[in-house]
C-alpha cells in the first residue's frame, strides 16, 4: 500500500506516535552522560552503582504488568498521554536524590512511566502499522535511536556548559508538558478491546515466551552499553569525560542507521535472517573491540553493536503482536516485561560483574548474549507477505 492511499488519520499518527518514541529515547539518553558524575558525587564503587541502578527495572516491570491491559480497556491513546506527562514529571527526581537510596526511589518511579510509556506507544504503532498494510514499525524505531542520538547529545553539551543534572530534568519536564497533549490528540483512538480478549500477560503462551527471551538478550545488551559505555571508556579505556560521551552516540547512531533500513530489509530477507545476521555482526564487532582495548576501535565496535541490535525489538513486537492470540498490547507488554528487565538489568549486572572482575570482562557478556539471539532468531518467522 502506498503512502498516499493510507488515510490522513494514520500519517498523522503515525508523525505523533514517531515523536513521542524520539522524545522517550531523548529523555533517557540525556540521562547517561551524567552517571560518572552521579556516581562520584554519591561515592559509589561499580557494586554500590549497579545495585542503584536496579530502581529502573523494578519499576519498569511493575508497570508493564498493569499497562496492557489499560491498553486493552482504554486504548493506547489515552494511556499515552497519561504516561507520557507522568514521565516528564518523575525525570527530575533523578538529579534531587542525595542518597544511594533516594537515587534507587526515583529510578523506580521514573522507571516504571519509562516502561508504560514503551508498552502504549508501541501499541499505538501496531495500530498504525496495521493502517498502512505494511510493516513500519522498525521506523518508529528509528526514532526512538534518533531520539538516544540527540539526547546524549544534549546530555554531553549540558555537561560542556556546566549544567547540572536537576536543571536538565526540569528543563525535560517543560517540553514533554508541553508535546503531551498535541501529540496524543493526533493518535489513534480505535485499538482497544476487552469483550474478545482476556486481560492479563501471555505468559503460557511458548511463542510470546521465546520472544521475550530474545528481546531479553538483546535489551539486556542495550542498556549495559547505555549506562556503561561512558564509564567503560573513561576508567578503562582512559580517555576524557567529553569524548568517553562518543561510545553510546555511535552505537545510536548506528542503531538507527539499522532500524531505518530495518522496514526494507524485513520485506526482503525476511525477520529472521535480517536479526540474526545482524547480531551476528554486532557480536563478533563488540568482542574485537574489548580484545583491542582502544578508542576508535571501541567507537567501530560499539557502532557495530548497535547496528547488531538494531530490528531486535521492532520485530519481536510485530512477531508478538502477529502470533499471539492475546490482544496485541497485552502480548507487546508480555515480551516488553521481558525486554524490559534485560534492558534495565543490564547496567546493574555488569556493574555487579565489573566489581568482581573488571569491566573489560563484564561487558564481554554482551557478545556472549548477541550469539543467543542469533540462535533464537529462527523463531521470528520466515519472509513476510508483501
Request: net charge positive; proline share 4%.
Amino acid at each position: 500500500m502506498s503512502d498516499v492511499a493510507v488515510r490522513a488519520p494514520a500519517r498523522r499518527a503515525r508523525v505523533a506516535t514517531a515523536i513521542v518514541f524520539a522524545v522517550h529515547a531523548a529523555v533517557f539518553a540525556a540521562w547517561t552522560p551524567h552517571i560518572p558524575a552521579v556516581k562520584d558525587r554519591l561515592e559509589l564503587n561499580d557494586g554500590t552503582l549497579g545495585l542503584t541502578l536496579l530502581g529502573a527495572p523494578v519499576g519498569s516491570v511493575a508497570a508493564m504488568l498493569l499497562v496492557g491491559g489499560w491498553v486493552a480497556r482504554w486504548g493506547s491513546r489515552r494511556v499515552v498521554l497519561g504516561v507520557f506527562v507522568g514521565y516528564g514529571l518523575a525525570s527530575p527526581l533523578l538529579g534531587l536524590a542525595w542518597e544511594p537510596w533516594a537515587l534507587f526511589v526515583g529510578l523506580a518511579v521514573w522507571g516504571g512511566f519509562q516502561g508504560a510509556l514503551d508498552v502504549a506507544m508501541n501499541s499505538q504503532g501496531i495500530a498504525v502499522e496495521r493502517g498502512y498494510g505494511r510493516p513500519i514499525l522498525s521506523s518508529f524505531h528509528a526514532w526512538w535511536s534518533f531520539g538516544g542520538f540527540v539526547g546524549v547529545g544534549l546530555g554531553a553539551v549540558a555537561i560542556a556548559v556546566g549544567l547540572d543534572l536537576t536543571t536538565q530534568m526540569f528543563v525535560v519536564t517543560g517540553l514533554v508538558l508541553l508535546l503531551a497533549f498535541p501529540l496524543t490528540r493526533a493518535m489513534l483512538g480505535d485499538d482497544h478491546s476487552v469483550d474478545e480478549h482476556r486481560l492479563g500477560l501471555p505468559w503460557r503462551d511458548k511463542r510470546v515466551l521465546l520472544l521475550g527471551a530474545i528481546m531479553f538478550a538483546g535489551l539486556l545488551c542495550e542498556g549495559a552499553v547505555g549506562d556503561w559505555a561512558a564509564l567503560y571508556l573513561r576508567e578503562t579505556v582512559g580517555v576524557p569525560a567529553n569524548r568517553a560521551a562518543w561510545g553510546y552516540a555511535v552505537f545510536a547512531a548506528l542503531m538507527f542507521v539499522g532500524r531505518v533500513m530495518g522496514d526494507r530489509w524485513v520485506v526482503r530477507f525476511g525477520p529472521a535472517r535480517v536479526v540474526g545476521g545482524l547480531a551476528a555482526v554486532g557480536a563478533v564487532g563488540m568482542a574485537v573491540a574489548l580484545v583491542v582495548g582502544e578508542f576508535w576501535v571501541a567507537l567501530a565496535g560499539f557502532g557495530a553493536f548497535g547496528l547488531g541490535l538494531a530490528c531486535i525489538v521492532p520485530v519481536a513486537f510485530s512477531a508478538a503482536a502477529a502470533q499471539s492470540d492475546a490482544h496485541a498490547a497485552q502480548a507487546i507488554a508480555g515480551v516488553a516485561t521481558a525486554g524490559w528487565a534485560g534492558f534495565l538489568l543490564g547496567p546493574a549486572l555488569i556493574g555487579l560483574l565489573s566489581h568482581a572482575s573488571s569491566q573489560t570482562w563484564a561487558l564481554a557478556v554482551l557478545p556472549v548474549l548477541c550469539l543467543g539471539v542469533v540462535l533464537g532468531a529462527r523463531s521470528l518467522g520466515g519472509r513476510p507477505s508483501a
